[in-house]
């Protein structure tokens, strides 16, 4: 059998051939699309002997589909503070273009970004906004939707206070294809009040690989999940 993190499964009925000494592809069609790091479980079996075996890195046969993961930063209220850390400074914003970022990023009190229909953020590395009861920081759609947040941890520690996040959709562009419109990837996370109103994506908000520590977390007027779990942990309190 093969299933990959959204829950889609296939049997194969399939013997594979004798072990010659020569590499001799086998391949299956699953029709699972777009970027399954780590995320695809593979279950054989020889008589009662059952083995599984997880998947390293997604491979694609060509380089026809753009990469959203290239640095996207010329904007104008972005800011570089070292090799390695941006910061978005307070005022409200037009996004209209991807942001995306290779390296962390910290978010001032009071900031909101506006996106239009084509425009996401992805960030690379450690991803800190952190607003006030005052001053919460605020992701929202310039127009209908926006395509959303996705965070690559990487192992590092991120932290959330005082966002609010407004009609997003899935992030697809190019070789990604999520079905989260907030997915953190490898993440050790701390969120101290978040809310998330009016996701049109498949989960509103999707942890993959992450320990989260979540304090007042509020989503609603969503189309489908509010929070889906892969393969995390942590604990979740307080919160609807």
């Known amino acids: 059998s093969i299933e990959n993190s959204r829950g889609e499964k296939i049997i ?15 391949t299956i069609q699953t029709g699972f699309l777009g970027i399954y790091d780590k995320e695809i479980l593979i279950t054989t079996s020889i008589g009662t002997v059952f083995r599984k075996t997880r998947n390293y890195l997604s491979l694609y046969p060509d380089n026809q589909l753009a990469n959203p993961l290239d640095s996207k930063i010329g ?66 759609a310039a127009n209908d939707s926006w395509k959303g947040l996705y965070i690559i941890g990487s192992g590092s520690r991120s932290k959330l206070e005082n966002v609010e996040v407004f009609n997003t959709s899935a992030l697809e562009d190019g070789l990604i ?21 009016g996701s049109k994506a498949e989960d509103a908000l999707n942890f993959v690989n992450c320990k989260v520590f979540a304090e007042g977390l509020f989503v609603r007027d969503t189309i489908s999940d509010g929070i889906d779990f892969d393969f995390s942990e942590g604990e979740v309190s307080n919160s609807q």
């Open 12 to 26: 194969v009925n399939a013997v594979l051939p004798p072990n010659t000494g020569k590499d001799i592809p086998f």
């Open 75 to 140: 904007h104008t209220f972005l800011f570089k503070n070292g090799e390695n850390d941006f910061r978005i400074i307070n005022g409200q914003w037009i996004v209209d273009r991807p942001i995306v970022i290779k390296g962390n990023l910290t978010i001032d009190p009071g900031t909101v970004l506006k996106f239009d229909s084509n425009s996401y953020m992805i960030v690379q590395g450690q991803f800190n906004a952190l607003g006030s009861v005052g001053e919460p920081i605020v992701f929202k």
């Open 177 to 197: 294809s999520l079905t989260g419109g907030i997915t953190f990837y490898e993440s050790d996370l701390v969120i101290n009040n978040l809310n998330i109103v």
